[in-house]
């Protein structure tokens, strides 16, 4: 069974930092590209910050460009989000997300977790 489990969620003051984690299960970690996304009440889910199985490269959304780095670690099968300079715009719920690129229906969500940034 595959299992995506985020942690690490919680509330800060702006300016704050947070560390998530995605833990991963079920499924071979190094096939599989990870992604953060978030959503905040009333908007759509956005796309945050992701790491590619190939290669190992990054990308971020412009929003979170230079305040959150996403790294990952084969053991123990996890993702970091590490969010700095948090700002009230961050709050959302966080998901992770594995995605087998280049094939179909290969791709897995975790329930989330909240993030609360006040002014």
């Known amino acids: 069974e595959v299992q995506l489990v985020e942690s690490g969620g919680g509330s800060v003051q702006t300016g704050g930092s947070l560390r998530l984690s995605c833990e991963v299960s079920?499924?071979?970690?190094?096939?599989?590209?990870i992604g953060w996304f978030r959503q905040a009440p009333g908007k759509e889910r956005e796309g945050v910050s992701c790491?590619?199985?190939?290669?190992?490269?990054?990308a971020y959304a412009g929003p979170v460009k230079g305040r959150f780095t996403i790294s990952r670690d084969n053991a123990p099968n996890t993702v970091y989000l590490q969010m700095n300079s948090l700002k009230p715009e961050d709050t959302a719920v966080y998901y992770c997300?594995?995605?087998?690129?280049?094939?179909?229906?290969?791709?897995?969500w975790g329930p989330g977790t909240q993030v609360t940034v006040s002014s």
């Open positions: 997300k594995a995605e087998r690129m280049g094939y179909v229906d290969y791709d897995y």
């Open positions: 079920g499924v071979t970690f190094d096939d599989y590209t």
């Open positions: 790491i590619y199985s190939a290669d190992g490269e990054t």
